[in-house]
């Protein structure tokens, strides 16, 4: 997901860039968003309440 939406992008900006490529695969924007969220921080608590 960073690869798509890198670090420099706000949460909003990302979900921008990231909403047509999780249409195209199938996942969940949220459970993408908090995917990115987690390779930023390294913070296992980033991925509460998700499935990946």
């Given amino acids: 997901m960073l ?3 890198p670090a420099y992008l706000s949460d909003t900006k990302a979900a921008d860039v990231l909403a047509p ?3 195209q695969i199938g996942e969940d924007l949220d459970n993408s968003l908090a995917a990115r ?3 930023m921080s390294g913070d ?3 991925l509460h309440g998700t499935v990946l």
Avoid: Q, S
Wanted: net charge positive.
């Fill in 37 to 39: 969220r987690y390779a």
């Fill in 44 to 46: 296992r608590r980033a």
């Fill in 21 to 23: 490529l999780c249409d």
């Fill in 3 to 5: 690869e798509v939406a």
